[in-house]
């Protein structure tokens, strides 16, 4: 079993900056990636940023060149570094975390309002 705990979000106004931070129960090399996912009200669970063990990262078009994701190893964190924010990044942030056997992990979710 794992545990996720997700912080950082909050309301911010349209241009400003979030950190959001996923602190896992377990090694976060023992998983194939980590991932942060969002939802909006009446939309569809999207992924946003993933990075996989080996270092690899990849984005999702509509946050390219604004969203940074990273991780912390030593402290089993990874965090989503969220710059030039726009109210359509509002959402229900998750952290995922696929375990080596191809078994999925969620967070509670962290909610960020974006303020025009």
């Known amino acids: 079993q794992v545990q996720l705990v997700e912080s950082g979000g909050g309301l911010v106004q349209a241009g400003g900056t979030l950190r959001l931070s996923c602190a896992a129960s377990?090694?976060?090399?023992?998983?194939?990636?980590m991932g942060w996912y969002r939802q909006a009200p009446g939309k569809q669970r999207d992924q946003v940023a993933t990075i996989f063990t080996g270092g690899t990262t990849n984005y999702a078009d509509s946050v390219k060149g604004r969203f940074t994701i990273s991780r912390d190893t030593a402290k089993n964190t990874v965090y989503l570094q969220m710059n030039s924010l726009k109210p359509d990044d509002t959402a229900v942030y998750y952290c995922k975390y696929r375990r080596i056997d191809g078994r999925d992990y969620w967070g509670q979710g962290t909610q960020v309002t974006v303020s025009s």
């Open positions: 377990r090694s976060i090399l023992s998983t194939t990636y």
